[in-house]
């Protein structure tokens, strides 16, 4: 069964340095979705993409983020300077159609601890 | 604001048995109303969708119901298994967005012998 793949499972950084979160999404899926979770917190929206630009996003997601799909697989999401408060973890989603039923299949997560 | 509240936050129950989560929302319009499994360290999984208009769902031994007057929601699990051990959360989509997830804060269900 197709699924989303993320890499790392795991990144730990200094603060203020650049990370980069990589995901494939499910391969005929057309939309993809990044959310995060603070531990002990609920998942939360940051972004919406589709067609090479970004659809929505949330207050969360500042000057600080930015989302690619590089090639034809990869859909990434970086930090240029990352904080303390960033460590979370951090969840990418696909689905196949922009329709509200259109179900988001999710990634196992990128675990990110800023130090 | 947009919520979506869950009870209770943390559960443990005897292999075998049944048991029920509640979900509030005040979320509004809403287009649909989703569970979701979350086993710790991985992403979440959909058990079942109901649109505002649905007043049950099953999923083998999950049933899902919902009461839109009242804006809650609950899901039964029927014969708990040790593998239904896992955070459930309620996600409501507002109607006008397919993007912006509205999750509620989960309920972590222990499942034992």
């Known amino acids: 069964e197709p699924e989303v793949t993320q890499t790392p499972s795991h990144q730990v950084t200094q603060m203020g340095q650049e990370v980069i979160l990589r995901c494939v999404p499910i391969?005929?899926?057309?939309?993809f979705y990044w959310y995060r979770q603070i531990l002990g917190q609920k998942v939360e929206f940051l972004v919406s993409?589709?067609?090479?630009?970004?659809?929505?996003k949330s207050e969360i997601f500042d000057d600080q983020f930015s989302v690619e799909r590089p090639d034809g697989s990869n859909f990434t999401l970086k930090i240029r300077s990352t904080k303390l408060e960033d460590s979370a973890m951090y969840f990418c989603?696909?689905?196949?159609?922009?329709?509200?039923?259109?179900?988001?299949?999710f990634g196992p997560g990128t675990r990110l601890t800023v130090l | 604001k947009n919520q979506v509240e869950q009870s209770p936050q943390s559960l443990i129950i005897l292999e075998g048995k049944n048991c029920t989560l509640q979900?509030?929302?005040?979320?509004?319009?809403?287009?649909?109303l989703r569970w979701y499994k979350q086993d710790t360290g991985r992403g979440p999984v959909s058990l079942t969708i109901?649109?505002?208009?649905?007043n049950t769902k099953s999923n083998g031994r999950y049933t899902a119901t919902l009461d839109a007057d009242t804006k809650q929601s609950s899901l039964h699990i029927t014969a708990s298994q040790l593998s239904d051990s896992a955070s459930y959360i309620c996600?409501?989509?507002?109607?006008?967005?397919?993007?912006?997830?509205?999750f509620g804060t989960g309920t972590r269900l222990q499942v034992t012998l």
């Open positions: 989603a696909s689905s196949g159609g922009r329709n509200e039923r259109n179900e988001q299949f």
């Open positions: 391969s005929n899926h057309l939309y």
């Open positions: 993409f589709y067609n090479n630009e970004i659809s929505e």
């Open positions: 979900c509030n929302y005040t979320v509004s319009p809403f287009s649909n």
């Open positions: 109901m649109t505002f208009s649905e």
């Open positions: 996600v409501v989509t507002p109607t006008g967005t397919a993007s912006k997830l509205t």
